[in-house]
């Protein structure tokens, strides 16, 4: 798998580079060891047949198998795997785990649903680095043009970045390097319609104004009112 995106949270991309040169080297290598195309392995079901046939693909890209892809190769490299924190509350017994850490570099690798990359960076992480775990953090997530060839629901790196543009860096956020990957052959059509002058996209400030829509709800959905009369509890 190629590198197309990098976003530099707090400063994550020059704090990494200059505290953990080797550990990046090794992030960077892993990644170019990902064989995208050997994780073509989810066969669509229901709803998403139609999007398989629309990208004209028969599989999809699945998660599972590139999680446990990057899990091998960072082992190998004597990553510490799947260290957790316990908490202990005995309200509700729980744990908080990060995908793998090594000398105070904590690396998360999210192809799951959008809200967890955002949660990852502003809240885990911080975490991590609160109870004495990590330093920093990369997170590792795909890039939109591999969507189409996902399960529904997945996140991406342009989305993660305007998330963390738009809430703003706060003092309890540590340094985050992002990266965004994609599959060689959408790297290598990324390059070729950039004229060939650059491999990798930092995405410039957002330029456009969100827009914020009030009052979208003018009428009860259907189907929310009747799972509210099958409670019993309300009748009109």
């Given at each position: 798998m190629k590198i197309s995106g990098i976003y530099s949270y707090k400063g994550g991309e020059k704090f990494i580079k200059r505290t953990y040169p080797d550990l990046l080297t090794e992030i960077e290598k892993i990644i170019a060891s990902i064989d995208a195309e050997s994780c073509r392995l989810k066969s669509p079901k229901d709803k998403e047949i139609a999007r398989a046939r629309r990208a004209g693909i028969k599989r999809f890209f699945s998660p599972p198998h590139m999680n446990a892809l990057f899990d091998w190769h960072f082992y190998r490299q004597e990553w510490d795997l799947k260290p957790r924190i316990n908490t202990h509350d005995p309200t509700r017994l729980g744990y908080r785990e990060i995908d793998v850490v090594k000398e105070g570099l904590g690396v998360e690798l999210q192809f799951g649903k959008y809200s967890f990359l955002t949660y990852d960076i502003i809240a885990k992480m911080v975490i991590f680095k609160n109870l004495g775990v990590i330093d920093?953090?990369?997170?590792?997530?795909?890039?939109?043009?591999?969507?189409?060839?996902?399960?529904?629901?997945?996140?991406?790196?342009?989305?993660?970045?305007?998330?963390?543009?738009?809430r703003g860096v706060a003092d309890i956020d540590i340094p985050v390097l992002v990266l965004g990957i994609e599959s060689e052959e959408f790297a290598a059509t990324r390059f070729k319609k950039s004229g060939g002058k650059q491999k990798q996209t930092s995405l410039p400030d957002i330029q456009y104004e969100p827009a914020v829509v009030m009052n979208r709800t003018q009428h009860l959905n259907p189907q929310m009112l009747a799972k509210v009369r099958e409670t019993g509890k309300i009748v009109d």
């Amino acid at each position: 798998m190629k590198i197309s995106g990098i976003y530099s949270y707090k400063g994550g991309e020059k704090f990494i580079k200059r505290t953990y040169p080797d550990l990046l080297t090794e992030i960077e290598k892993i990644i170019a060891s990902i064989d995208a195309e050997s994780c073509r392995l989810k066969s669509p079901k229901d709803k998403e047949i139609a999007r398989a046939r629309r990208a004209g693909i028969k599989r999809f890209f699945s998660p599972p198998h590139m999680n446990a892809l990057f899990d091998w190769h960072f082992y190998r490299q004597e990553w510490d795997l799947k260290p957790r924190i316990n908490t202990h509350d005995p309200t509700r017994l729980g744990y908080r785990e990060i995908d793998v850490v090594k000398e105070g570099l904590g690396v998360e690798l999210q192809f799951g649903k959008y809200s967890f990359l955002t949660y990852d960076i502003i809240a885990k992480m911080v975490i991590f680095k609160n109870l004495g775990v990590i330093d920093a953090g990369v997170e590792i997530c795909v890039m939109a043009s591999m969507l189409p060839h996902m399960s529904s629901g997945i996140g991406a790196f342009e989305q993660v970045i305007w998330d963390l543009q738009t809430r703003g860096v706060a003092d309890i956020d540590i340094p985050v390097l992002v990266l965004g990957i994609e599959s060689e052959e959408f790297a290598a059509t990324r390059f070729k319609k950039s004229g060939g002058k650059q491999k990798q996209t930092s995405l410039p400030d957002i330029q456009y104004e969100p827009a914020v829509v009030m009052n979208r709800t003018q009428h009860l959905n259907p189907q929310m009112l009747a799972k509210v009369r099958e409670t019993g509890k309300i009748v009109d």
